[in-house]
T-cell receptor, first 115, second 117 residues
Framework: AQSVTQLGSHVSVSEGALVLLRCNYS??????LFWYVQYPNQGLQLLLK??????LVKGINGFEAEFKKSETSFHLTKPSAHMSDAAEYFCAVSDRGTGGFKTIFGAGTRLFVKA | GAVVSQHPSWVICKSGTSVKIECRSL??????MFWYRQFPKQSLMLMAT?????????EQGVEKDKFLINHASLTLSTLTVTSAHPEDSSFYIC?????????????FGPGTRLTVL
């Protein structure tokens, strides 16, 4: 069965500092991995995804994530935080099971950016 | 491209009434749509998977008679919360997977805030 663990429900960084949001997953088959961002009272916006191929994937707004199979991780990073990055971030895993594709979301990490 | 809309964006209703929420893919066809529920400061919980022209598949613990899902066309799915009660108050989000999509990439609607008094 799939599962997603996001370490840290809250992360606080200073503007300009490195952003690191951690995600570990479990999946019985090669997974598709996603990071989404959610602003208050809004739906989810896809930041980036890993499907196959290059393990370092770049997304929108300067974010990137690296798929590490040996560590079952898909951590999200951004070199320099901006105030507008403050939001809720969800890691998600999706694979094809007997019931078809299903996506499981992590609990979310709220990112705070301090001026 | 790949825009999903939801209507209404928020709704307040009295206990015992039914509420319908629409999810539309505006610029693509979606053979599969998903309905999620999100409680404050929590993650998204998948309620059901809706395939066009067939019955929805509900997740364990979700009452199918309570949450009626209809996916009548490739661009529209509806969720009806029947006989709503205060515990049904939540943020409901739909997503749509484009026809022919390979990696289960979903595009999310903006959500509907339901408050049951």
């Amino acid at each position: 069965a799939q599962s997603v663990t996001q370490l840290g429900s809250h992360v606080s960084v200073s503007e300009g500092a490195l952003v690191l949001l951690r995600c570990n997953y479990s999946s019985s088959v090669p997974p598709y991995l996603f990071w989404y961002v959610q602003y208050p009272n809004q739906g989810l916006q896809l930041l980036l995804k890993y499907t196959t191929g290059a393990t370092l994937v770049k997304g929108i707004n300067g974010f990137e994530a690296e798929f590490k199979k040996s560590e079952t991780s898909f951590h999200l990073t951004k070199p320099s935080a901006h105030m507008s990055d403050a939001a809720e971030y969800f890691c998600a895993v999706s694979d094809r099971g007997t019931g078809g594709f299903k996506t499981i979301f992590g609990a979310g990490t709220r990112l705070f950016v301090k001026a | 491209g790949a825009v999903v809309s939801q209507h209404p964006s928020w709704v307040i209703c009295k206990s015992g009434t039914s509420v319908k929420i629409e999810c539309r893919s505006l610029d693509f066809q979606a053979t599969t749509m998903f309905w999620y529920r999100q409680f404050p400061k929590q993650s998204l919980m998948l309620m059901a998977t809706s395939n066009e022209g067939s019955k929805a598949t509900y997740e364990q613990g979700v009452e199918k008679d309570k949450f009626l899902i209809n996916h009548a066309s490739l661009t529209l799915s509806t969720l009806t919360v029947t006989s709503a009660h205060p515990e049904d108050s939540s943020f409901y989000i739909c997503s749509a997977r484009p026809a022919g999509g390979v990696y289960n990439e979903q595009f999310f609607g903006p959500g509907t805030r339901l408050t049951v008094l």
